[in-house]
């Protein structure tokens, strides 16, 4: 069984920051992708950011240089630090990686429990 387990969530105060982190556990032969998604009250999920193994990254429009994603390709960990945070980025945040369990395998989609994000005005 493969798990993500996301932390750091919380509130904050608008232009304040926040680091999310995401790890992977179980059986994992790689982790392809990993990235960040969230769904604010009434809004349908969305990307906030990805990063493959390679350090290649790709972030939504309205986070762009405000927020940014790396990894610890040791220890299957991604990281979303959130600067100068705004209330509509308010949301939950779930944790997504794509991951091949074993050298077999075909990549599969997995996500994460989902963090609180809320940022007050």
């Known amino acids: 069984q493969v798990q993500l387990v996301e932390s750091g969530g919380g509130l904050v105060q608008a232009g304040g920051s926040l680091r999310l982190s995401c790890t992977a556990s179980?059986?994992?032969?790689?982790?392809?992708?990993m990235g960040w998604y969230r769904q604010g009250p009434g809004k349908q999920r969305e990307l906030v950011a990805s990063?493959?193994?390679?350090?290649?990254?790709n972030y939504g429009h309205s986070v762009k240089d405000r927020f940014t994603i790396s990894r610890d390709n040791a220890k299957n960990t991604v990281y979303l630090q959130m600067n100068s945070l705004k209330p509509e980025d308010t949301a939950i945040y779930y944790c997504?990686?794509?991951?091949?369990?074993?050298?077999?395998?075909?990549?599969?989609?997995?996500w994460g429990q989902g963090t609180q994000v809320t940022v007050s005005s």
């Open positions: 179980g059986r994992i032969f790689s982790v392809n992708a």
């Open positions: 990063i493959i193994s390679g350090s290649s990254t």
């Open positions: 997504n990686a794509d991951i091949r369990r074993t050298w077999t395998s075909i990549p599969s989609d997995y």
